[in-house]
Structure formats: C-alpha cells, structure tokens
C-alpha cells in the first residue's frame, strides 16, 4: 500500500523561528519519488523538491532543508528563520515505480507565521 | 510557456447541470491528472492520462468523465452535477509519469 501522512494539521510559529513539517510514507516499491508542494493563500500549487529513493542526501536551499531519511520512512521538511510569507499549506507526496500512475499526496500541513 | 493552463476560474452550478472543465498544458507533457481538494482530505486523484488515447480512474472518478484526443488537452466532464461535487479542482502535467507535476490554478466549482 502507498500512504503518506503528514500528522501535523496547523503549525503556528512566530516570525524567525525554524519549524519543521513532518512527512511519513509508505511503499513496498524499492525506487520512489517524493515531493514537497507549496500552496499559499493564492491557491496555486508550487513544487519545491523532488528527491528520489536512492538519494538519502539532505538538501538545502536557501532558508529551505529537507531531511530524507529512509531508516524511518520520512522526508521532513525545515524552514529556517521562518518568514510570513511562508504561510502556506504544504503538501508532501509520493510516486513509486510500482504503484501504478498515481501520485500519492498527504492531506497537508497548515503552517501560519505570526508577525 | 503558459504551463498549465484552467478555465473557468470559478463556476456556480445547478444540481443536474453538466459542464467540463477545461485543461490544456503547452509543455509536450504525456502524463496530465484531475485532482479535486476538499478540506482535510488532500488532493485526491479523479482520472489521469498517460498519452493520448489512454485514461484510467484514479480514487474518486465517480460522477466524472474524462478524455484525451490530443497530448495538450484533458477536459473533465461532470456529467450531472451533485452538491457533493463541489470543491476545487486542479489540473497537472508531467513529462512522463513519475516525473514532477505541474498544477494548473485551480477551477473553483460550487454547485447547488
């Protein structure tokens, strides 16, 4: 079965400090994909990420990081020095190579930033 | 590049009514999808085509049809509209499946 889950329902964090959004998954599939989407009070979705099973790597980009960690089936999501602009919903999600043509999204986490 | 491209932006429907929503992607992507996001449930997958010609349903395809005769298009068709349908709906795209999709903006859709 492929699953995602993003416990975390709402974050509220104030202005500048980190916050970490959690996302499990579930695959028997031994090549995946998995993704962070980015959807702000505009209501369009924006990609962030792509990183692919064999990648374990932690990836940085800007005040953005992802820590993929197979070990515990999570690719977690950190915003450093959190901004209000980053208020947003996010969705993680996954393809596998076995899970026929379908994407996989978690039901998102609300993060607001307070001024 | 428009990318993904929705219309309408917005529509308001009658219980019974049918209507399509249009979706076109201008990338040569093979891979596009229907996905309609209600509060608390995510996005869910309503159909999806891998080229033209092909479609299959994803996890919610009931009350809905879709078709592809061309790569650039994938409309989605309610065939008779149900308050149970109203949500927002998103269209994606990708170069081949399990590559990133791009979404378009979003049909919002209330039906009554």
């Known amino acids: 079965a492929q699953k995602v889950t993003q416990a975390q329902t709402e974050i509220s964090v104030v202005e500048k400090e980190d916050v970490t959004l959690d996302c499990v998954y579930e695959?028997?599939?031994?090549?995946?994909?998995l993704f962070w989407y980015k959807q702000p009070p505009s209501g369009e979705l924006v990609f962030l990420i792509r990183?692919?099973?064999?990648?374990?790597q932690n990836e940085i980009s800007g005040r953005y990081s992802w820590n993929f960690q197979k070990s515990t089936s999570s690719f977690n999501f950190t915003i450093t020095a959190s901004q209000v602009v980053d208020s947003a919903v996010y969705f993680c999600?996954?393809?596998?190579?076995?899970?026929?043509?379908?994407?996989?999204f978690g039901t998102g986490t609300s993060l607001t930033v307070i001024p | 590049n428009a990318g993904v491209t929705q219309t309408p932006k917005f529509q308001v429907l009658k219980t019974g009514q049918s209507m399509t929503l249009q979706c076109a992607q201008d990338?040569?992507?093979?891979?596009m999808s229907w996905y309609r996001q209600d509060p608390g449930m995510g996005l869910r997958l309503i159909h999806y085509?891998?080229?033209?010609?092909?479609?299959d349903q994803g996890e919610v395809p009931n009350g809905y049809n879709v078709s592809r005769s061309t790569t650039e298009d994938f409309p989605l068709r309610l065939l008779s509209a149900a308050p149970s349908q109203t949500s927002v709906y998103f269209c994606?795209?990708?170069?081949?499946?399990?590559?990133?999709?791009?979404f378009g903006p979003g049909t919002r859709l209330l039906v009554l």
């Open positions: 994606a795209s990708s170069y081949r499946l399990k590559e990133t999709q791009y």
């Open positions: 695959t028997r599939d031994t090549t995946y994909y």
């Open positions: 990183r692919n099973s064999f990648d374990e």
């Open positions: 999600a996954l393809s596998g190579t076995n899970t026929g043509n379908q994407f996989y």
């Open positions: 990338m040569n992507h093979e891979y």
């Open positions: 085509s891998v080229g033209a010609g092909i479609t």
